[in-house]
């Protein structure tokens, strides 16, 4: 798939696969994410998966070539850059509650796209606005506050529902006692392998499997400032026994960790949660940590939130 651009002309190469789609031609959402972010990076376009539903090269240049989708001339930070300060926001014409998608630590919005065709009702999942900087002020708490006015945006009373994968999910858990601090009230939080460490999480090293990521930034150093950046505001986050007393739920991989890892959490059934949320649910999915939301199962996590969101709507 080629994809040639000029400020006054998009040029598509005529090639077979011109008006194919990419998932039709064995594409799937991460590398959706990596095409993206590397037409963004190389031709400072505002194209984000959002807009990449239905991605053929046709399509594609023609957005590009749309005052939207045209190359920006002014400057944009690294996150606006790959995109990973993009919130994608799905069925946003449906009325009721919203879930909400918090970033993991890769801080890509688009890493849930593989399940967002399995829950069929309105969502917004954030990106990292400050994506490999190394601000110390940065905290779960800070980043939360941020967001706070996007989801009532999205959303302007409660119930909320909020969820996220690994540092995400101390992000919807904070999210919720903000918002029930404000209120609100907090209708459930959904934690995708989120795990309370019994040690501080130490410096991170890079290993294959992260490999694909250089495919967004060709940067390890970078990456690895993102990673150490969340690491140390899990080291700082602290949270009391008893906190939150709404429902919360752990989908667990029940595979464990990636090979390689430098800081696997504890192996235990709960993640270490249940001496935070004592009232805190498991479900478990045949998957490792790393895989829970890739193309195979993507749609089965999603089916796992539209199942969770049915019962608090009861």
Known sequence: MYLLYSPELSIVKQIPSMYKSL???????????????????????SLSV???????????AAFIDTEEGRPSEGFMSLAETVGASATITIRNELSGSAVFLFPEATGFASVYSSAFDHI?????????????QTD??????????????AIRAVQPKGPYFLSGWSFGGYLALEAALQLEAAGESAGIVIMFDSSVY??????????????????????KARWLTQFMKCNRMINEYKLRPGCFEGRAVLVRAERGRDPGEEHPPPVEAY????KILPQIEVIGIDSTHRAMFDQANGPEMGKIIAG??????V
Request: glycine letters at 6%; aromatic letters at 8%.
């Open 120 to 132: 069929p009702r309105k969502t917004a999942a954030f990106g990292d606005q400050n994506w490999g």
């Open 308 to 313: 969770l969101l049915n019962e608090v709507d």
């Open 198 to 219: 019994d040690r501080e999480i130490g410096k991170e090293r890079w290993y294959s499997e992260l490999d694909p990521l250089l495919a967004i930034v060709e940067d």
């Open 271 to 274: 993640n270490g949660w249940r």
């Open 50 to 60: 959002a807009n990449f539903k239905h991605p053929t090269v046709k399509d594609t």
């Open 23 to 45: 998932f039709n031609l064995g594409g799937h959402s991460l590398i959706a994410t990596l095409i993206v972010a590397a037409l963004r990076r190389e031709l400072k376009t």
């Open 136 to 149: 110390t002020t940065e905290s779960i708490t800070s980043i939360v506050t941020s967001l706070i006015p």
